[in-house]
């Protein structure tokens, strides 16, 4: 007759006695536990075959209390092996056992991973960007400012002109199709020299270094339908649940909480050091052209602002309205299409 | 063999045992990451069958006096405790990014509940845990509970940290000092003396820290500044470095101040512990965890979390390594707890809360 057995430890469940036993099963249905003092004959249906993880030991609980511990030999993988029943859990045992699965789970999870930041979160970002309320988005972008305005001066430009440049933003914001009336503020660039950003909510900033830079009105108005088509389809507010997510999940894997950091405090990160994706930056461009095809600018201005931004930028951090990935040739040869 | 009447008074070296910790990192890798993509591939649904894997993982292979420890928790009841656990989380991100009002009330909420999910966390923990088919228990009482998780939590603040030290006494006392083996009850001897002059150490510690982070910060600016003379080819990499060089500074900064706090109070608490007659022995040493801790940060960072599985066993192994207990008498003779004998099949726990105590 065949039989499977393998030596063990012994616990009655009473005490903290450990007794050396061998666990035999005799046929099928009865597995004999044979030692010094012991001798039990416990019925297949009166034990549970604890979950085997690895070479950490493997149990058996009996059920009228006590169990078995067994070290992970061949003889006590045989045994457990008949007695456990076949479940999910042996499916995932094979899977730990095996080199090649592991490998395979690795290259399966870094896709996910890497599927998960490349399409997942920007997917996730756009459909959460559309849940946020206006004003909760106002909020964010007022915030933001606020952070921005450590880097930043008031504008030093005369109150008239500063009234033409709030009325040319006005009336072009007008006749875009925006979900609600955006906002222009105009601050000293020092550092940052000529630049523009949208924040969330529809604050768009504009520093009087690109104001001076511009020798037509139609320019700044080709800036503010470039950041206006950020506002658009809300691409801060995007770019920063992406970041925040990103960090969430950075904070998740290293366990560092500490680098959680509140979204409104990131937003002058986002807009001077990541800047948006290629992708963004064509649909806030193709927003602009439209927009002023519409309201009867010509592109030239577009480009022609652009090129002078591009020549000033000698130092100093690369302006947003430049900071895409696509070239500015390119930029200025699809404005001139 | 029988010379005990001759014999003179012979001082009985007491027998210590130490725990040993015999899990791999090769071999936890192929487990962590068969856990992590199943867990992806549902949803998040796997991780509490994840976890008791790991659990019955870890528990397998730590061994005392030739038994290894055993862990019995049922996933479905932890994936319970998950969903609420999970629900309170998003109410707190909810609340932080809304009203303060709000956030007020969840904070209060949180004050009126913690306390009573420690206790079923530290309960749950307890029980699931056993050694030579002996389960854990705890036997804290919810009042305790909450003055230590309430309102002591509300007083720290309060008074401006004085109470930090007698909190974290408490806590510990909490948390240890109700465990008990089978029948056998543990009791917790230290002295809430020993908490405060283990903060006065950490201060001094945290203050020799500031100094040094001072003067860097000093000569790091000082360059800024210089460098900013000279005008650089382009700003791009200047805001990068200081980004970095803070993430790097608090690292340092928040592993060394982590690795002394818990080895210092881990020995203090620890050593203060009996178990039944049994003493209770915890010999960590601070610079050797802080070195452990910041070599498995920059591992787990550099390899872009891959290196986890090996951290967390590495970690462990040192931790569980460093307690021993002095037995007195043998280990053979703890009995099981009246009350509960727990079968094989029932016992399982209704409401189940599964979070990190720390301890």
Same mark, same amino acid.
């Given at each position: 007759?065949?039989?499977?057995?393998?030596?063990?430890?012994?616990?009655?469940?009473?005490?903290?006695?450990?007794?050396?036993?061998?666990?035999?099963?005799?046929?099928?249905?009865?597995?004999?536990?044979?030692?010094?003092?012991?001798?039990?004959?416990?019925?297949?249906?009166?034990?549970?075959?604890?979950?085997?993880?690895?070479?950490?030991?493997?149990?058996?609980?009996?059920?009228?209390?006590?169990?078995?511990?067994?070290?992970?030999?061949?003889?006590?993988?045989?045994?457990?092996?008949?007695?456990?029943?076949?479940?999910?859990?042996?499916?995932?045992?094979?899977?730990?056992?095996?080199?090649?699965?592991?490998?395979?789970?690795?290259?399966?999870?870094?896709?996910?991973?890497?599927?998960?930041?490349?399409?997942?979160?920007?997917?996730?970002?756009?459909?959460?960007?559309?849940?946020?309320?206006? /004003?909760?988005?106002?909020?964010?972008?007022?915030?933001?400012?606020?952070?921005?305005?450590?880097?930043?001066?008031?504008?030093?430009?005369?109150?008239?002109?500063?009234?033409?440049?709030?009325?040319?933003?006005?009336?072009?914001?007008?006749?875009?199709?925006?979900?609600?009336?955006?906002?222009?503020?105009?601050?000293?660039?020092?550092?940052?020299?000529?630049?523009?950003?949208?924040?969330?909510?529809?604050?768009?900033?504009?520093?009087?270094?690109?104001?001076?830079?511009?020798?037509?009105?139609?320019?700044?108005?080709?800036?503010?339908?470039?950041?206006?088509?950020?506002?658009?389809?809300?691409?801060?507010?995007?770019?920063?649940?992406?970041?925040?997510?990103?960090?969430?999940?950075?904070?998740?894997?290293?366990?560092?909480?500490?680098?959680?950091?509140?979204?409104?405090?990131?937003?002058?990160?986002?807009?001077?050091?990541?800047?948006?994706?290629?992708?963004?930056?064509?649909?806030? /461009?193709?927003?602009?052209?439209?927009?002023?095809?519409?309201?009867?600018?010509?592109?030239?201005?577009?480009?022609?602002?652009?090129?002078?931004?591009?020549?000033?930028?000698?130092?100093?951090?690369?302006?947003?309205?430049?900071?895409?990935?696509?070239?500015?040739?390119?930029?200025?040869?699809?404005?001139?299409? | 063999?029988?010379?005990?009447?001759?014999?003179?008074?012979?001082?009985?070296?007491?027998?210590?045992?130490?725990?040993?910790?015999?899990?791999?990192?090769?071999?936890?890798?192929?487990?962590?990451?068969?856990?992590?993509?199943?867990?992806?591939?549902?949803?998040?649904?796997?991780?509490?069958?994840?976890?008791?894997?790991?659990?019955?993982?870890?528990?397998?292979?730590?061994?005392?006096?030739?038994?290894?420890?055993?862990?019995?928790?049922?996933?479905?009841?932890?994936?319970?405790?998950?969903?609420?656990?999970?629900?309170?989380?998003?109410?707190?991100?909810?609340?932080?990014?809304?009203?303060?009002?709000?956030?007020?009330?969840?904070?209060?909420?949180?004050?009126?509940?913690?306390?009573?999910?420690?206790?079923?966390?530290?309960?749950?923990?307890?029980?699931?845990?056993?050694?030579?088919?002996?389960?854990f228990g705890f036997g804290g009482t919810l009042g305790e509970s909450y003055v230590v998780f309430a309102l002591l939590t509300l007083l720290v603040p309060l008074t401006l940290g004085a109470l930090l030290p007698y909190w974290w006494y408490r806590r510990q006392r909490f948390v240890l000092g109700y465990l008990r083996f089978g029948a056998t009850q543990c009791?917790?001897?230290?002295?809430?003396?020993?908490?405060?002059?283990?903060?006065?150490?950490?201060?001094?510690?945290?203050?020799?820290?500031?100094?040094?982070?001072?003067?860097?910060?000093?000569?790091?600016?000082?360059?800024?500044?210089?460098?900013?003379?000279?005008?650089?080819?382009?700003?791009?990499?200047?805001?990068?470095?200081?980004?970095?060089?803070?993430?790097?500074?608090?690292?340092?900064?928040?592993?060394?101040?982590?690795?002394?706090?818990?080895?210092?109070?881990?020995?203090?608490?620890? /050593?203060?512990?009996?178990?039944?007659?049994?003493?209770?022995?915890?010999?960590?040493?601070?610079?050797?965890?802080?070195?452990?801790?910041?070599?498995?940060?920059?591992?787990?960072?550099?390899?872009?979390?891959?290196?986890?599985?090996?951290?967390?066993?590495?970690?462990?192994?040192?931790?569980?390594?460093?307690?021993?207990?002095?037995?007195?008498?043998?280990?053979?003779?703890?009995?099981?707890?009246?009350?509960?004998?727990?079968?094989?099949?029932?016992?399982?726990?209704?409401?189940?809360?599964?979070i990190d105590l720390g301890f």
């Amino acid at each position: 007759m065949s039989f499977l057995a393998a030596n063990a430890e012994y616990f009655d469940g009473c005490s903290s006695r450990s007794r050396p036993v061998e666990a035999r099963l005799c046929g099928n249905s009865v597995l004999q536990i044979r030692g010094e003092g012991v001798s039990l004959e416990v019925e297949r249906t009166a034990l549970r075959v604890g979950e085997r993880v690895g070479r950490a030991t493997w149990s058996v609980e009996l059920s009228g209390g006590g169990g078995l511990a067994f070290a992970p030999t061949a003889e006590a993988e045989a045994l457990l092996a008949a007695l456990e029943r076949r479940g999910a859990a042996r499916f995932v045992q094979s899977f730990e056992h095996s080199r090649r699965w592991a490998v395979a789970a690795l290259l399966l999870v870094v896709f996910a991973a890497w599927a998960f930041v490349v399409h997942g979160l920007p997917t996730l970002a756009a459909r959460g960007a559309a849940l946020v309320p206006h /004003d909760v988005e106002l909020v964010l972008g007022e915030e933001g400012l606020r952070w921005l305005d450590e880097l930043l001066e008031p504008s030093a430009l005369d109150e008239d002109r500063k009234a033409a440049i709030v009325g040319l933003f006005a009336r072009a914001a007008s006749t875009m199709p925006l979900p609600s009336a955006p906002r222009l503020e105009l601050r000293r660039g020092e550092g940052i020299g000529a630049n523009a950003f949208a924040l969330p909510g529809g604050i768009v900033v504009m520093t009087d270094e690109l104001v001076e830079l511009s020798r037509h009105d139609d320019e700044l108005v080709a800036v503010f339908a470039h950041e206006l088509g950020h506002v658009f389809h809300r691409h801060t507010l995007r770019r920063l649940l992406q970041s925040s997510a990103v960090a969430l999940l950075a904070t998740l894997v290293t366990s560092d909480i500490s680098s959680v950091t509140t979204l409104g405090t990131t937003i002058p990160t986002v807009l001077l050091e990541a800047g948006f994706s290629r992708e963004m930056e064509r649909e806030a /461009d193709d927003f602009a052209l439209t927009t002023m095809d519409a309201a009867g600018v010509g592109h030239e201005h577009f480009a022609a602002i652009l090129e002078r931004l591009e020549a000033s930028t000698g130092s100093g951090s690369i302006p947003e309205f430049l900071s895409s990935h696509p070239s500015t040739r390119a930029r200025v040869e699809n404005a001139n299409r | 063999m029988d010379n005990a009447p001759s014999a003179p008074a012979l001082v009985v070296e007491p027998r210590t045992e130490r725990l040993r910790f015999t899990a791999t990192g090769g071999e936890y890798f192929r487990i962590w990451i068969v856990n992590l993509l199943l867990t992806i591939v549902t949803l998040g649904i796997y991780s509490a069958w994840a976890k008791v894997r790991k659990q019955r993982y870890f528990h397998g292979h730590t061994h005392l006096a030739g038994s290894t420890f055993d862990y019995h928790a049922r996933p479905i009841a932890i994936l319970k405790g998950r969903v609420i656990a999970a629900i309170l989380f998003g109410l707190y991100l909810l609340a932080t990014e809304s009203s303060p009002i709000f956030l007020l009330v969840v904070v209060g909420m949180y004050l009126l509940i913690a306390p009573w999910i420690v206790l079923q966390a530290l309960r749950f923990r307890a029980r699931m845990s056993s050694w030579r088919g002996l389960r854990f228990g705890f036997g804290g009482t919810l009042g305790e509970s909450y003055v230590v998780f309430a309102l002591l939590t509300l007083l720290v603040p309060l008074t401006l940290g004085a109470l930090l030290p007698y909190w974290w006494y408490r806590r510990q006392r909490f948390v240890l000092g109700y465990l008990r083996f089978g029948a056998t009850q543990c009791s917790f001897r230290a002295r809430v003396g020993s908490y405060y002059r283990v903060f006065g150490v950490l201060l001094a510690i945290v203050i020799g820290l500031s100094v040094i982070a001072g003067v860097l910060i000093l000569m790091v600016s000082l360059a800024a500044t210089l460098s900013g003379m000279r005008v650089p080819e382009d700003g791009e990499g200047a805001p990068w470095v200081i980004t970095v060089g803070a993430y790097v500074v608090a690292l340092l900064f928040g592993s060394v101040v982590n690795g002394c706090l818990r080895a210092m109070l881990g020995n203090v608490a620890i /050593d203060g512990l009996r178990l039944g007659s049994h003493r209770i022995l915890a010999r960590f040493d601070a610079a050797k965890l802080v070195g452990i801790q910041l070599t498995n940060t920059l591992l787990v960072l550099v390899t872009l979390g891959l290196y986890t599985p090996w951290a967390q066993i590495r970690l462990q192994k040192y931790l569980v390594e460093r307690i021993r207990l002095e037995v007195d008498g043998d280990l053979d003779s703890f009995v099981t707890a009246q009350s509960e004998s727990l079968s094989a099949t029932g016992g399982e726990m209704a409401d189940v809360f599964d979070i990190d105590l720390g301890f």
